[in-house]
């Protein structure tokens, strides 16, 4: 806790400027002393601990609400709940977020994200408001979405067995430094 794991994703999506350094994105700058690419122009998803969903909305709406102006009604319409269906959410798609559970709501969550067809997912801690049980299944799902979505993922968690499971790297952060970055079965043995 506090060693900047979510300052890296803010700085990462635009939403605070580094103090120095460089911030590139499929190997583009995005970020420096002189350039700051603004968060909409970025190509970023985001999904925090709290899945921010809107609550006047229904799930439908909740998904395709960053797609609105990418292509016609019918067509963002049938993304969106292609996107549901991929969830097992389809049926769900008239009703609010108050009345899914909480991994339901974490998974429209993942669908809105990466509806618009970000480069870069930024997860905030995704998967901690959930239940060991539902964590799994809920995680195990998501991996297998980002991964048919070909989208590359930056995920901060402080749950050690979530980064193993997870990772293709890891990066050990500590006072805002990386200590140590490696694939998975190289950080768990040294």
Do not use: W
């Not at 097992?88 to 993942?110: C, F, I, N, T, W």
């Not at 952060?173 to 694939?183: K, R, S, T, V």
């Amino acid at each position: 806790s506090g060693c900047g794991k979510s300052t890296a994703l803010r700085i990462a999506a635009g939403v605070e400027k580094q103090d120095k350094g460089e911030v590139k994105i499929c190997g583009k700058l995005i970020s420096d002393g002189k350039k700051h690419l603004p968060p909409e122009s970025r190509s970023v998803g985001l999904i925090f601990q709290d899945f921010a969903l809107f609550p006047h909305l229904t799930i439908l709406e909740n998904v395709i609400f960053g797609i609105k102006s990418q292509g016609s009604t019918v067509e963002i319409h049938r993304r969106g709940m292609a996107l549901l269906e991929r969830v097992s959410l389809s049926d769900s798609h008239r009703k609010y977020p108050h009345m899914l559970s909480g991994g339901e709501q974490q998974r429209v969550a993942l669908v809105r994200a990466i509806a618009p067809k970000p480069k870069v997912l930024l997860m905030d801690e995704p998967f901690s408001g959930l239940d060991n049980r539902l964590r799994d299944d809920i995680r195990d799902q998501t991996l297998g979405l980002l991964k048919e979505e070909d989208t590359a993922v930056l995920l901060v968690t402080h749950e050690p067995a979530e980064a193993m499971r997870m990772a293709d790297t890891i990066a050990l952060m500590h006072e805002g430094i990386i200590l140590q970055e490696a694939a998975p079965y190289n950080i768990y043995n040294k």
